[in-house]
T-cell receptor, first 108, second 115 residues
Framework: GQNIDQPTEMTATEGAIVQINCTYQ??????LFWYQQHAGEAPTFLSY????GLEEKGRFSSFLSRSKGYSYLLLKELQMKDSASYLC?????????FGKGTSLLVTP | DAGITQSPRHKVTETGTPVTLRCHQT?????MYWYRQDPGHGLRLIHY???????DKGEVSDGYSVSRSKTEDFLLTLESATSSQTSVYFC??????????????FGAGTRLSVL
């Protein structure tokens, strides 16, 4: 089975850095994905990790440790528009399984 | 943005009526998926398709059926809608199921209310 855990809510200040953690237990591992979802909108793809280490893409970075079943999404230079839900998803042997999402509120 | 269109975008229906949601893609991707999203739950897979006329069940398939007669269209049918099927339904597509090509891209969603 699959178990994916991430914090329910986080709050951070505009201009700051925030780290959103995701831990998982899966039968098989074929990649970890991060998606961003603004309220009332579709999830949009942010990052993909299949090997251990850090993937950087502009203000967003994602880290993976397969041995620890752990990932994080790092958001730098926070902007108000970054207020959204961030979904961690793990592909096991077959399907893509999603965590419940972390709702991030960026305050002025 | 991936060319994915869901219709209708909003629907209100009554318990016991049949409902069909449509997902249309212009990317010629092989894989198509239907998810539902509810408060307190992550996105949950209902059914998916890996080609024309090839479909399989997901985690929460009871009460739902699907059909894919053309590469570009994937239909989700609620044979007899129940209030527990009130949800936001998302269609997704992916090029493949291997490595980077298994990134799923989502449609805008259909908000369904069953009264």
């Amino acid at each position: 089975g699959q178990n994916i855990d991430q914090p329910t809510e986080m709050t951070a200040t505009e201009g700051a850095i925030v780290q959103i953690n995701c831990t998982y237990q899966t039968s098989g591992f074929n990649g970890l994905f991060w998606y961003q979802q603004h309220a009332g909108e579709a999830p949009t793809f942010l990052s993909y990790n299949v090997l251990d280490g850090l993937e950087e893409k502009g203000r967003f970075s994602s880290f993976l440790s397969r041995s620890k079943g752990y990932s994080y999404l790092l958001l730098k230079e926070l902007q108000m528009k970054d207020s959204a839900s961030y979904l961690c998803a793990v592909r096991g042997e077959d399907a893509l399984n999603f965590g419940k999402g972390t709702s991030l509120l960026v305050t002025p | 943005d991936a060319g994915i269109t869901q219709s209708p975008r909003h629907k209100v229906t009554e318990t016991g009526t049949p409902v069909t949601l449509r997902c249309h893609q212009t990317e010629n991707h092989r894989y198509m998926y239907w998810y539902r999203q509810d408060p307190g739950h992550g996105l949950r897979l209902i059914h998916y398709s890996y080609g024309v006329k090839d479909t399989d069940k997901g985690e929460v398939s009871d009460g739902y059926s699907v059909s894919r007669s053309k590469t570009e269209d994937f239909l989700l049918t609620l044979e007899s809608a129940t209030s527990s099927q009130t949800s936001v339904y998302f269609c997704a597509i992916s090029e493949s199921r291997t490595q980077i090509k298994n990134i799923q891209y989502f449609g805008a969603g259909t908000r369904l209310s069953v009264l």
